[in-house]
């Protein structure tokens, strides 16, 4: 069976009263994401550390319930943190950043690198039969096989997340597909 | 069986005629790698494109009859460049770079993806009875399975390398232990 990859570059999710600190206004539509009433907004930020700092990291809308940033291990090291691997909303033991906007300023936890998971509707999981967590093949000059969690929800486009280092590991890009092994 | 991890960030290795062109002096031995007569030096250099440059770029000697410069795929897309997964010395289809040190500065081509290897000896590897190629399993958060070409060679100590976005795809460090699976 195969499923589509979407490559998910570092990026941050804000609650109201965080882009209210940041931006002092609202979200705006940059592009619409694969995740139906997901975006990508115009606006971006720098996450700032004592050891280093990364510009221009998008903001993806709409707000949510907890502010959320989503970094690879790779900009880990360069920012001198630690963060948990968790699904998103897992917010336990993550890391502190300082997230900087153009009107304000935050120093919020929930700096996370997301676990691979595949975005999938509870209607298909049931259909294809498909456990809590899969193996995924990878073809390709750089190939192997990982291991990623499902998780569903009532509306969702079926879709594989994984991170920057998880794609140039293996040189998968957006948009490439790949295959969920037979379990 | 197990088999150490050793993580190698970009890195540049020189023939005599460029190491004369940009440092106009020898190689001198930061420390010594854990492949018998390597060694990573004081030396640094900038890795230079038109889209982008990378600072503290580190020296591995001693010179060899090629000048390589070693990158992952994350650092490619910083730089704008599309570099062959190759073997070490195979730099057909590589991508030329400005290679810049303290005294001068040079344009070569040699620029790779390095393809993760194991080093081995030729006695060890019929030894243990291992073919070309071999699967290692990675355990952890996130785990999985990637496919390795061994390197055999009359000294060498028993290792696995890969770049630094396998290691951080898989939350692995420098001198971890990973696991051959049985062919």
């Known amino acids: 069976m195969k499923i589509k990859v ?3 570059n570092r990026h941050v999710h804000l609650k109201q009263s965080d882009l209210d600190i940041l931006f002092g206004g609202e979200l705006t539509v ?3 994401l694969t995740q139906p009433g997901q975006f990508a907004c115009n606006e ?3 996450i700032k550390t004592n050891k280093s700092e990364i510009n221009n990291v ?3 809308g709409p707000t949510r319930n907890y502010t959320q940033v ?10 001198g943190l630690n963060p948990p691997v968790r699904t998103s909303g897992d917010l336990d033991g993550s890391e502190v950043v300082t997230i900087i906007g153009p009107k304000g300023t935050i120093e919020t936890n929930g700096c996370i690198i997301a676990d691979r998971h ?5 209607e298909d999981k049931l259909k294809y039969n498909l456990p809590d967590k899969v ?3 990878i073809d390709g000059i750089k190939k192997g096989i990982i291991e990623v969690n499902l998780k569903p929800s009532e509306v969702a486009f079926f879709e594989l997340h994984l991170d920057t280092d998880d794609a140039n590991a293996f040189l998968i890009k957006n ?4 295959e969920i092994l037979d379990m």
């Open 44 to 46: 971006t930020v720098t």
């Open 135 to 137: 193996n995924i093949k």
């Open 118 to 122: 595949i975005h999938v509707t509870y």
């Open 175 to 178: 948009g490439d597909e790949v």
């Open 30 to 32: 940059k592009n619409n």
């Open 70 to 79: 989503e970094i690879s291990k790779t900009d880990a090291y360069k920012l």
């Open 6 to 8: 979407g490559v998910s």
């Open 58 to 60: 998008r903001v993806l």
